[in-house]
């Protein structure tokens, strides 16, 4: 690593130019505009967020708020925990805990540093931690690990059963900084009374891990408020995504990014709910002219990534969504299987509900919605199995009226790489063109983003999508 | 005493001779198919370089891929012991030598008397070596000496070069070249991926100062200044050809056995 | 006789299988040591671990799994592609890791287009990754459920009894292992690691009660039949799946011994016994969940770290080799913490990432082994 990149703990660093970042929709219009020549190099990443109003000033200020949470945490006298993306984050703010998300992380250092997270993904193999695990936790891991972020008091994470290399991430962590974990561990199927009680006993054993770190009981009033609000997130997702079902869609591809991102950072609290309460009330106002999302207000193609989104610098992927009139209708990380959203219609068995009649039903629900996660859901079973990934992306295909299929991952996947060929496949034959990106998300010396867009641009045109 | 080094590599083969601390000759010649015959060529001709007659070489140690198929030598030993004993030899203060040869690359920690610390090498993608930089010359129609040498525009957005498969880095480079970006530019990815690759482990063994590099691909400039740069230290150079190391720390192991220093 | 065990490890369908089938009795198949084979066993099935060598290129592996997968499960699939798993009556799928749990789907879309590669039963045992009391619940559900879904596909009852005499047998076949393994460790080395791999892997591929009594008269004669090998340095192996002889045969012809071990053709496979209890399900649970040392049992690293730690005293080590396939991020992350705490503990140690079996480049591992052995 060079030294220079020691000098600054890696969350101080991009907490204090996400702030800056959060405050400039503050002034007039032409300061913004003034302000973007000042700052080259993250211009385009700030104008990705803020072209799109009120919403993505909101996300800027949520992930701001986020990461100075985690930064001062120490000094207000907060609990810490590494966590996973998939990992819902209710329980822990339940606990007064603050969720330091791995992936959060390493997104954010991605698309916002010139670099991206490179010299940390190169630390963790420094370190021994191998070259071919996912960069998805690879590239804030690499920062923790060399002592460069704060540090967590815990490791809690749910990939146990799902992914392989996710959870071999915080394993490797925990025995690393020698810090106490907990796995919340999936068995193979979601919605059989089995795999139900298994999850609902192994989330009563994650309390009691967590009162045992912190000394404190559950607080029952306070995860009564965080439920409440997850209620009214639930639904408004719900809404985002029957909108998304229009032709044209008027959700901008950027809302995708925000959905997620504010639920793994963010989710249960205030301010997400205020997020998706602007990005639905914006959406809103786009469809009522009958407009796509998109920038020009065109939609040329409907696009569904069935992994992840590619996080290249400056948020580049997003911009080559707009300039060719697509519409992003999400990856599977925007999938939460809350009751009565759209794609979950006839699979009710596999969707949560959060019934908050009494503390054990809570509890319950809550269990059921970390189950339900994005990836949890979908990968730990055969994926041709019911409500597994073949499944979920066809039925999300069918409800969004989608034109192509992308797969993205990074080259730690082993469990979506050990099949894609045989998904991708299944989804040519079902009719939906589909392409599979040899890339990594998270790294862009696996495959260069401007390689990337010729392949896409390629396959596009090869497969004569929107003409 | 008249000693000798013989390092049979997968892509050049080397022969020093060496007279107690005189380096006599030496002599680089491209690999053949069989170890055997490579050894014996690069052999004969670096004792005619030397003016020395096979019959006064009193020890012969074998090192590189084929070592164990040198017919004429006393005892073989890999590489990366001969690479560490034959850098301090050149630099008595270097303690983490940095090799990159033809098909992979090795960082060795050593401590004062040439043994071995740790050593790491890399995996099986050819990425990280002295191939992949000579596949990548020849796609920009460069001769590969002169890749260390070509720099980028001072103003330019570095290009992202793709380190982790050769194969996708080809198709990368003639992406670059397709959109009209200068060799320079491209030279500069092509240098700091490969720099990328090596420096991961160095940070494996753990770097400790002076540090030096040996192989072939220390003649590349380009490399070694991105290497600098990430590692944050000056790569020393050495006062020799960084090519010749191996066969020169065989040739010391040879005299150390035929004194019975400890070796 | 070892010469006799090379050759059922250097090879899928053995003598002694052939023998088996032709007095034509089920063969059942099972991808790793998670997978209790007393259950086939006492189900009057003989149960034979997948494994991957003798392939020579990857064509059909390749077709159905991505590029960034472990070259384990791809082998076995070359295999099954190109018939050479056609005795198998069965097979057991398993999460033992996410490359091997995709074989799963890959095998079986490959039979659709290679119809009859995919053996008749073909059965998903899902296992948890930690040790709770209702993982181990969940886990001797599974363990039921096995034994009913062979019942019924081979149409065959097993009763408690039977499991019993399984675990009877089972046991007294991992004693002679471990037996085994006292000698490897003693001062007097009497067999190399290769040797006793070969011995370790026909454990797995020919029925037990032929293999006990050969293995017990090798050990009872080892003293008279196997001489002392002397000056080599002592190596412990740990890491990813190895079945292949000339691995091991690479690292000791550099001049050294493996006298011991902590993998899952090693080991792993005989460390710890069932207990013989009256409830055989209850007790095959807590053994295959409890034998933590493969990483992916989440959570263990220390108890891991310790049980070589205590191997490295005991046999008197002077060298680990930590090894992995590539994409093998369960074995080859924590190698890099063993790295660290065993240095530091004063232990020698050598990393290293390698293909599996056939695909193993022996120069590029001898290189390193040689270096090694020249360094401790």
């Known amino acids: ?467 | 005493m008249i000693v000798a080094g013989c390092d049979v590599g997968s892509l050049t083969s080397k022969a020093l001779i060496l007279n107690n601390k005189n380096v006599l000759g030496y002599c680089v010649i491209r690999s053949k198919t069989r170890p055997e015959e490579s050894a014996r060529e690069v052999f004969e001709l670096a004792l005619k370089k030397a003016a020395v007659h096979e019959e006064q070489v009193m020890c012969c140690v074998g090192t590189g891929y084929g070592r164990n198929k040198i017919p004429f030598i006393q005892e073989a030993v890999s590489e990366i012991t001969c690479h560490g004993k034959g850098a301090l030899w050149v630099m008595p203060r270097v303690r983490t030598v940095i090799d990159i040869g033809g098909q992979d690359c090795k960082a060795i920690r050593i401590d004062k008397e040439g043994t071995i610390q740790k050593f790491t090498t890399n995996d099986k993608c050819a990425a990280g070596t002295g191939r992949f930089l000579e596949v990548m010359a020849k796609l920009l129609g460069v001769a590969i000496d002169e890749l260390g040498g070509l720099k980028g525009g001072q103003n330019q957005e570095p290009l992202t070069l793709s380190s982790a498969c050769t194969v996708w880095a080809q198709a990368e480079v003639i992406h670059h070249l397709n959109i009209g970006k200068s060799k320079g530019d491209i030279a500069e990815a092509i240098n700091r991926a490969m720099a990328g690759r090596v420096a991961i482990l160095v940070g494996n063994v753990g770097l400790e100062k002076d540090v030096c590099m040996t192989g072939g691909v220390a003649k590349n400039t380009g490399v070694v200044r991105h290497l600098e740069k990430m590692l944050g230290v000056k790569i020393k150079r050495l006062k020799f050809d960084p090519q010749i190391m191996g066969a020169l720390g065989a040739a010391i192991i040879a005299k150390q056995m035929y004194t019975g220093e400890n070796p | 006789m070892i010469e006799n065990f090379k050759q059922v490890a250097r090879s899928i369908f053995n003598e002694y299988v052939e023998a088996w089938k032709k007095s034509g009795k089920f063969v059942v198949g099972y991808p790793c040591t998670y997978v209790p084979e007393e259950i086939i066993h006492a189900a009057g099935l003989l149960p034979f671990r997948l494994r991957g060598i003798g392939i020579s290129s990857l064509s059909v592996g390749d077709t159905y799994f991505g590029p960034v997968i472990c070259s384990f499960p791809k082998c076995v699939l070359e295999l099954a592609g190109n018939k050479k798993y056609s005795f198998l009556d069965g097979t057991v799928m398993s999460n033992g890791c996410d490359s091997m749990r995709r074989l799963d789907e890959c095998w079986r879309k490959a039979d659709k287009d290679i119809p009859g590669i995919r053996p008749g039963y073909f059965h998903y045992f899902g296992v948890p990754h930690k040790v709770t009391d209702y993982s181990l619940q969940w886990f001797e559900e599974e363990i039921q459920l096995f034994i009913k879904s062979i019942e019924e596909h081979f149409s065959i009852s097993v009763t408690d009894q039977d499991l019993n005499n399984s675990i009877k047998l089972y046991n007294q076949g991992r004693r002679l292992l471990k037996q085994l393994d006292q000698i490897k460790i003693g001062e007097d080395c009497r067999i190399t690691g290769e040797d006793a791999l070969a011995l370790v892997v026909a454990n797995t591929a020919m029925p037990k009660e032929t293999y006990i009594p050969i293995l017990s008269g090798f050990l009872d004669n080892i003293e008279t039949t196997c001489k002392i090998i002397p000056g080599r340095k002592r190596l412990m192996i740990v890491g990813s799946i190895n079945d292949d002889l000339d691995f091991f045969k690479v690292i000791e012809d550099c001049g050294a011994v493996i006298v011991a071990d902590s993998m899952c053709f090693g080991s792993r496979t005989h460390h710890d016994l069932v207990e013989e209890t009256t409830d055989p399900v209850k007790a095959l649970a807590k053994r295959y969940l409890n034998h933590a040392y493969c990483p992916r049992m989440f959570g263990y690293y220390k108890e891991r770290l310790n049980f070589i730690k205590q191997k490295v005293v005991e046999a008197r080590v002077d060298g680990v080799i930590l090894q992995n396939i590539r994409f093998c991020d369960l074995h080859g992350s924590e190698n890099g913490i063993f790295v660290r705490d065993l240095e530091a503990a004063g232990i020698a140690c050598l990393k290293m990432e390698r293909e599996y079996g056939p695909l193993v480049e022996s120069g590029r591992v001898k290189m390193r082994i040689d270096a090694f052995l020249e360094k401790i």
């Open chain 1, 1 to 467: 690593m060079k030294r220079e990149t020691m000098e600054y703990n890696y969350d101080w660093n991009l907490w204090t130019i996400l702030e800056c970042a959060s405050k400039t929709n503050e002034g007039f219009c032409k300061e913004y505009h003034n302000l973007l020549k000042y700052v080259p190099h993250y211009g385009p990443v700030l104008e990705a967020f803020m072209r799109f109003g009120q919403p993505g000033d909101i996300f800027l200020k949520l992930m701001a708020g986020y990461m100075k949470m985690c930064v001062t945490s120490k000094e207000n006298g907060k609990f810490t925990a590494l966590t996973s993306f998939c990992m819902a984050p209710p329980i822990l703010y339940a606990f007064d805990i603050v969720p330091m998300c791995l992936e959060v992380w390493t997104v954010l250092g991605t698309i916002v540093l010139r670099r991206g997270t490179t010299e940390f993904l190169d630390y963790c193999c420094e370190v021994g931690f191998t070259e071919t695990s996912c960069s998805a936790q690879r590239g804030a891991l690499g920062a923790y690990l060399a002592g460069l972020c704060t540090q967590p008091d815990f490791i809690v994470f749910d990939s146990p059963g799902i992914c392989d290399t996710n959870a071999n991430s915080f394993a490797f962590a925990s025995a690393f900084l020698d810090k106490p974990m907990f796995q919340l561990n999936s068995p193979p199927t979601l919605s059989d009374e089995r795999a139900t009680k298994y999850h609902r006993r192994d989330f009563r054993n994650l309390i009691t891990f967590l009162e045992k770190q912190t000394g404190k009981k559950l607080d029952f009033a306070r995860l009564k408020e965080i439920v409440g609000e997850i209620k009214r997130q639930d639904e408004i997702a719900c809404e985002l995504f029957d909108l998304a079902s229009l032709v044209p869609s008027p959700l901008p591809g950027m809302y995708d990014l925000m959905l997620y991102g504010g639920k793994f950072m963010m989710g249960g609290t205030r301010e997400y709910t205020l997020l998706l309460e602007s990005m639905l009330q914006t959406a809103k106002g786009i469809a009522d002219k009958n407009l796509s999302g998109t920038l020009s207000g065109r939609e040329k193609a409907r696009a569904l990534f069935c992994y992840i989104d590619h996080y290249t610098t400056n948020a580049r992927f997003w911009y080559w969504i707009d300039e060719h009139d697509i519409s992003m209708l999400g990856s599977m990380l925007f999938t939460f299987w809350q009751k009565d959203v759209v794609y979950a219609k006839e699979k009710q068995d596999q969707t949560y509900d959060i019934d908050d009649s009494s503390d054990e039903a809570i509890i319950d629900s809550l269990a059921d919605q970390v189950s339900r996660m994005p990836m949890v859901k979908q990968i730990r079973g055969p994926y041709d199995a019911p409500g597994m990934m073949l499944d979920d992306t066809l039925g999300a295909a069918r409800v969004l009226n989608v034109d192509f299929i992308v797969y993205v991952g990074t080259m730690g996947c082993r469990n979506t790489w050990g099949v894609i060929k045989c998904i991708a496949r299944d989804l040519e034959k079902a009719g939906y063109p589909t392409l599979v990106l040899y890339a990594d998300g998270f790294d862009d010396r696996v495959q260069s983003w401007e390689s990337i867009t010729d392949k896409l641009n390629e396959f596009i045109s090869l497969r004569r999508i929107g003409a």
